[in-house]
């Protein structure tokens, strides 16, 4: 079965740094791009982070550009998300989830269960 | 980038009818076209992509049609386990994108 577990989320004052990590089972993780998405409270997805298979090639959302970092490790078959700089508009639980079809690979199933971040003072 | 406008954003309906929930993109997308389910707490599931394929363990009872800008999901018979918020999503312009959502609601 496939397994896609996020952990690192929490509570952070603006302008504070955290690490989201995601472990991945049940499928072959080096054959696949992963990427995170976000969704605010009570509110709709919005795509985040896409990293290659590899981890030679990544693309970022405009709203994050500079400040998220997406990176992975193939030998534990995890994906992080650096999260720098963050703002109260990044308050949002940020899924996980292998990305397939097209290029870069834009159906995302399936889905980790989210990692709930907060940013408040 | 590319907005996907869907309707309604409310449909109340009963066990056993039947749904008809519409995505339509402000510019054409082609044949690139997903549709997500998410309930409460839940994470988003995958149900259609490519318009009109079902992912995988999706039963047959939903299907997705469309092309250009207009797309339609339609569940031909509803089960209790059916009522919940469904996304459309769109690869194919970067950055890809979703709708703000249809809440099928009982």
């Known amino acids: 079965e496939m397994q896609l577990v996020e952990s690192g989320g929490g509570l952070v004052q603006p302008g504070g740094s955290l690490r989201l990590s995601c472990s991945a089972s049940?499928?072959?993780?080096?054959?696949?791009?992963m990427s995170w998405v976000r969704q605010a409270p009570g509110k709709g997805l919005q795509w985040v982070a896409s990293?290659?298979?590899?981890?030679?090639?990544?693309y970022n959302a405009d709203s994050v550009k500079g400040r998220f970092t997406i990176s992975r490790d193939n030998a534990k078959s995890a994906v992080f998300l650096q999260m720098n700089n963050l703002r109260v508009g990044d308050t949002a639980v940020y899924f996980c989830a292998r990305a397939r079809g097209g290029m870069p690979p834009g159906w995302f199933d399936p889905w980790g269960q989210g990692a709930l971040v907060t940013v408040s003072s | 980038e590319i907005v996907l406008t869907q309707s309604p954003v409310t449909l109340s309906l009963s066990p056993g009818d039947r749904a008809t929930l519409s995505c339509r993109a402000s510019q054409s997308v082609a044949g690139y076209l997903a549709w997500y389910q998410q309930t409460p707490g839940q994470a988003p599931r995958l149900l259609i992509y490519d318009t009109s394929n079902r992912a995988t363990g999706i039963p047959a009872r939903f299907s997705g049609s469309g092309s250009g800008t207009d797309f339609t999901l339609t569940i031909s018979s509803l089960e209790p386990e059916d009522f919940a918020v469904y996304y459309c999503?769109?690869?194919?312009?970067?950055?890809?994108?979703f709708g703000q959502g249809t809440k099928l609601e009982i």
């Open positions: 049940g499928f072959k993780f080096t054959d696949y791009w």
């Open positions: 990293i290659k298979h590899d981890g030679s090639d990544n």
């Open positions: 999503q769109q690869r194919n312009i970067w950055p890809y994108t």
